[in-house]
């Protein structure tokens, strides 16, 4: 497809929208009460999504934004489990919610042994209401993801991994802090397949210190070898100040503006030419995958894993950090290990910070899902569904002005559709339905 690369709206700083309202709105006012009474509140067989963190990796990669820390001795990760466990206790014995699905993040859920791995599955088996065909996901650092592990995650019920490569030029590896040659991800994925994993899902990145278009043009040649069923293709975002370990890249390094847009851009075309279909604005899916035909029918969803064909709107998070997505609140429970294990241990729930939700909010909040989804809106309807007017959801009338004009989208009577070249700027326009902030910079990534 055609590329427009607009240098007024590509390098502005916007969520990615995971969730809304965002993370940074939350704040100490909402906890383990407003936690409480939203697990109190799901009803019996409702469909809910779990989430489950282990904060903890082999090795600290020097681009990563996740809430993560160096494994070191092993019995970091005993004690971890316990207090997941007691955490896991405490939540079901209040959830009468079915689970759907389940997906393990982190970190490295395979810093686990793959005894604990699967211990901690069966836990969960025996304290929730798990549906027999519940999609069970895990990502995987895979240096360190052999046989053993393969073997633990299969027998536990995983049947899709997403595995971290982020790029396979070794050069951009050294410049990111995570070497990985080709071979070790291409092992790590055939003995998931021999142990039965049988859907694939590869994280790569664009933006990295380093990188050049040829360099994206080699990963993804080396990313076909792979055969990935969905691609992640996600735009590095370098946030020094708020992350340390990011310190350690040279920013001096890292592509401008119109490189990043251009990368995407690369990156896009070759997914597409090669069968796959595009998702959203950074993931690419096979045309079979459930992803593709979730997107295909006006089911797709956006959650704090990305986009996603999980249907269940309540999403409970465990572990360290984990985000709970309630109808009411959004609920973020202790990010430090020790204060989470001291609280969970107790009896107690985790959460310590996080939002409310009002009519407003969750209307919002489904006009910019639907947005992201599906490239078209109709934000009036989505308004009148929860009682008001989509004037009373817009917050930044001129920005959808701005985006008309610069041809990224079309805008009639409250139907918004970002058109082939906008594509790359979906966010903004979800931006003007965020009444939390004007475009701003320097705490989000770039739109592209």
Known sequence: MAHRYLPALAARAVPRYTSYPTAAEFG????????????DAVAPGQPVSLYLHIPYCEKICWYCGCNTGATGRPERLDIYRAAIEAEIATVAARMRGRVTAVHFGGGSPNALSPEAFGGLCRTLRERFDIAPDADWAAEIDPRFFGRAHALAFARAGIGRISVGAQ??????????????????????????RSAGIGRINLDLMYGLPGQTMDDIAATIAAAHR?????????????????????????????PDAPARFWQRALAHDLWVEAGFEAIGFDHFARPDDSLTVAARAGRLRRNFQGFTDDQATTLIGLGASAISNFDGAIIQNEKHVG???MAVLGGALAGVRGVRRDAVDRAAGDVIERLLCDGVVDAEAIAQRHGMRAEALCHDPAALAALVDAGAIRWSDWTIETTRLGAPYARLA??????????????????V
Do not use: K, N
């Open 28 to 39: 100490a006012a909402v906890g383990a009460v407003e936690q409480g009474a939203e697990l």
């Open 167 to 192: 790029t396979f030029a070794p050069r951009v590896q050294a410049a990111i802090g995570r070497i990985q040659p080709f071979a070790q991800v291409a092992q790590a994925i055939a003995e998931a």
């Open 226 to 254: 792979l055969a990935p069923d969905r691609v992640a293709m996600f735009g590095y975002a370098h946030l020094p100040a708020l992350l340390p370990r990011q310190r350690r890249i040279d920013g001096s390094a890292l």
């Open 339 to 341: 204060r989470y294990r």
């Open 430 to 447: 979800a931006a003007a339905f965020d009444r939390y902030r004007a475009v701003s910079h320097g705490q989000f990534s770039a739109a």
